[in-house]
Every structure is written in structure tokens, then in C-alpha cells.
């Protein structure tokens, strides 16, 4: 059974629409979410807490509907964001008292676990700490009351090279125990490390939702500075490089352009290019 499965989320602001988003976050797995800002990933992970509700569609954790979901269930979905709106002259030991008593599940074991690893200061307040050491803390929250989901925006934002790795690790540790994960984030060197699948978010629709390996064999990059007027067609994302331009194109098309050094691209890569495909208009032809 799934986690966590939406369908076709609908959402209308001014200006903005999120249209038919559906994805499934397997137990057990990690799904990154990526896009731009203003693609519709906080619409998204908020329709997820219900604190935005949605014009239409389907949000269930366990096979049942968010609106029927029990007290027991919410409290296994643990959140972490990269910021924090806890009370800034409370103590980290003020906050962490009053938040164990809304989860029968909280373990102190695991919470003294991550806050020796976080290496918290449970006599500082919030406003106190670095943006890095605010995100541990969040971190250290959700992880420490049996959570089975967890939602995290932007979780590694702040933090150094040696502790975005000892989070990834915990995530993969818990992933690995059957926790799911849905990890929302810009950094997606991240996400190469640690996700099982990708949902890629475009201006509030769909790119793609699926194994993360099924993303970047579905395209190659072309190298090369001109283009003919047919092949201009197949391509679907442009970036330059030190090295000059480079075209995103699907798999199929790689035929089209033999005189092209083509290479397989990250996952950033396709992003890059992907959204960066409105300056192809300036490049060489």
C-alpha cells in the first residue's frame, strides 16, 4: 500500500493554478519534489497538512482520505521545514516539552539520539541559533515521535557539506526501516543520493512522477553550437555551458543529431535545462 497517494489536485490562486497534480509516495521510499519557485511545491506539501484546501482531488495517507484520517494517523505523518515559527524566546528545552505532550508516540531515546548527533543547545532560544542549527532542530522534532511519512521542505537548506550528509543518511536509514519520505528541496545533489523517485512539478502541472533512473534515461544532452531547423524542433531544453550550448532532447531523437557529442545528464542537468529553455530562442542556429 502506498503512503501517501494524491490525485489530481486542483488549486486556483490569482495568477497561479496547480492542475491535476497526482503522485504516489511509496512505503518505504524516497520521493524528491523539485521545480522553480512558484512551480506549486509549498501549494502542494500545504494541501498535504490541510492547511491549504484544495479546489478538488484526492489526498490519502494509507489508503484513507486526509478529511477521515484519525488522530492516530496524523501523528504518524512527522513535517520539517528549513525554517522555523516556534516561539523565539523560548528555550529549545521550553519547545521540546510542551511539543512531546501532542504525540503518544513520542520516544525520548530517539529524540536524546538526534540531539546529541545535532549537537543542540537545549538553553538556547531559537532566534539564538544559525540557520543550519534551526533545520537540525526541526529535523530532531519530527524524527522523534515514530513518525511514518515524512514531509520535509527544504530540510538541508543551511546546513554544511559534512551535516547535509548526516541527515541524508538518517533519511536513508529510516527509509530503509519502511519510513516513507516526500523531501522537498533546490539542492538536488541531495536528491541524487538519497531519492528512489522524482516528482518534477512545471508551472502547477506534472513533468514527470516516477523512478528517479526512468527521469534521466529519458533524455540526453547535444553539444554543439548550431541546429537545423528540424532538429530545433525535437529539442526541449537549452543551457550554455563553459563548453557552449547544450540541448536537452528525448532518447528517441538521438539519430536526429550525429554530429552532436551527446552525454547522459544529472538530474540537475534536466532541470537546468528543462527551465532554461526560453533562452534557446538566443542561441546559435
Known amino acids: 500500500m502506498d503512503a501517501l497517494r494524491v490525485e489530481n489536485l486542483r488549486k486556483s490562486f490569482p ?47 494509507w489508503g484513507t482520505d486526509i478529511s477521515e484520517t484519525g488522530v492516530g494517523n496524523l501523528q504518524r505523518i512527522g513535517y520539517a521545514a528549513g525554517t522555523n515559527t516556534y516561539y523565539k524566546k523560548k528555550t529549545l528545552n521550553d519547545i521540546v516539552s510542551v511539543t512531546r505532550r501532542f504525540y503518544s508516540e513520542w520516544n525520548d531515546s530517539a529524540w536524546e539520539k538526534f540531539r546529541r548527533l545535532f549537537a543542540l543547545d537545549m538553553s538556547k532560544r531559537p532566534e539564538q541559533l544559525s540557520e543550519g542549527m534551526k533545520v537540525k532542530f526541526n529535523l530532531a522534532l519530527a524524527l522523534s515521535h515514530g513518525a511514518k511519512i515524512l514531509i520535509l521542505d527544504e530540510p538541508t537548506s543551511g ?96 539519430p536526429e543529431f550525429p554530429d552532436h557529442r551527446i552525454s547522459q545528464p544529472s538530474l540537475e542537468e534536466i532541470m537546468v535545462n528543462m527551465e532554461g529553455d526560453g533562452h534557446a530562442d538566443t542561441a546559435s542556429v
Open 15 to 61: 495568477g497561479f493554478q496547480l492542475m491535476n497534480v497526482s503522485f504516489a509516495v511509496e512505503q518505504g521510499h524516497v520521493m524528491g519534489l523539485i521545480g522553480r519557485n512558484g512551480a506549486g511545491k509549498t501549494t502542494v506539501l500545504k494541501s498535504l497538512l490541510n492547511l491549504v484546501h484544495p479546489d478538488s482531488g484526492r489526498i490519502e495517507y
Open 159 to 254: 546546513l554544511d557539506p559534512v551535516s547535509r550528509n548526516d541527515v541524508l543518511e538518517i533519511l536513508l536509514t529510516l527509509a530503509h526501516a519502511g519510513t516513507s519520505i516526500l523531501f522537498s528541496t533546490h539542492i538536488i545533489s541531495d536528491l541524487e543520493k538519497c531519492a528512489d523517485d522524482i516528482t518534477y512539478l512545471r508551472h502547477g502541472r506534472i513533468v514527470f512522477s516516477g523512478d528517479e533512473q526512468g527521469l534521466t534515461r529519458s533524455y540526453v544532452l547535444a553539444h554543439g553550437h548550431c541546429l537545423s531547423s528540424g532538429q530545433r524542433k525535437l529539442v526541449v531544453g537549452h543551457s550554455l555551458t563553459k563548453e557552449g550550448d547544450a540541448w536537452l532532447i528525448p532518447v528517441p531523437v538521438i
